[in-house]
């Protein structure tokens, strides 16, 4: 149950796109398509944008999509706004162990918008 | 309004042992899974424990034997009870709604899509 690997950081310009990449194994990213992505401001909890790989709750701007290929999950933010300078971080699925469903998370990531 | 409000963080020692409770409002809790998420100040979010809407429960390696979750959904409530605690599970524990289940589907899988606002729970001496 390591955590699935993230970029620290990540940067760009409004209106420019950025990928935050997320890293894991055939155990839980690449074997299972149940990657959730999550954001969370300074002082608050997260906050859900992305389940299941791909898909929007209703509410979340179509400018955050989501992508996997391989063991490896991805977000884009799409035409980069101020308010999406937060923290990032990828969940997923990953087997039983011991008798439980276990989920892992990744170790975030830091997006700021220069 | 669909909300959680967690509550029972404090200060306890090490080996000390606490109860966090996790209320819910504004939708059906009964048919829902629901999971405890902590995160240490300036880490990442650590998944701790989850529990089924028929009361099967589910931890990581790093707590199971330690953390025990329960629910009363009588009450609209879930719980985190946490013993022989350590210095390292200093943290915020938020509670977070999980998968929507009926009939034995669940829907849709890992998608914890509501969160409370997170109890603050600081193990010293």
């Known amino acids: 149950q390591s955590a699935l690997t993230q970029p620290p950081s990540a940067s760009g310009s409004p209106g420019q796109s950025v990928t935050i990449s997320c890293t894991g194994t055939?155990?839980?990213?690449?074997?299972?398509?149940?990657v959730s992505w999550y954001q969370q401001h300074p002082g608050k909890a997260p906050k859900l944008l992305i389940f299941e790989v791909s898909k929007r709750p209703s509410g979340v701007p179509d400018r955050f999509s989501g992508s996997k290929s391989g063991s490896t999950a991805s977000l884009t933010v799409s035409g980069l706004q101020a308010e999406d300078e937060a923290d990032y971080y990828c969940k997923s699925y990953a087997g039983v162990s011991a008798g439980s469903n276990t989920w892992v998370f990744g170790g975030g990531t830091k997006l700021t918008v220069l | 309004e669909v909300q959680l409000v967690e509550s029972g963080g404090g200060l306890v020692q090490p080996g000390g042992s606490l109860r966090l409770s996790c209320v819910a409002s504004g939708f059906t809790f009964s048919n829902y899974d629901m999971h405890w998420v902590r995160q240490a100040r300036g880490k990442g979010l650590e998944w701790v424990s989850g529990i089924g809407t028929v009361g099967d429960t589910h931890y990581p390696d790093s707590v199971r034997g330690r953390f025990t979750t329960s629910r009363d959904n009588a009450k609209d409530s879930l719980y985190l009870q946490l013993n022989s605690l350590r210095a390292w599970d200093t943290a915020v524990y938020y509670c977070?709604?999980?998968?929507?289940?009926?009939?034995?589907?669940?829907?849709?899988?890992?998608?914890?899509?509501?969160w409370g606002q997170g109890t603050m729970v600081t193990v010293s001496s």
């Open positions: 055939s155990g839980d990213v690449g074997g299972y398509n149940y």
């Open positions: 977070a709604r999980g998968s929507y289940c009926y009939s034995g589907h669940c829907s849709p899988v890992g998608a914890f899509d509501i």
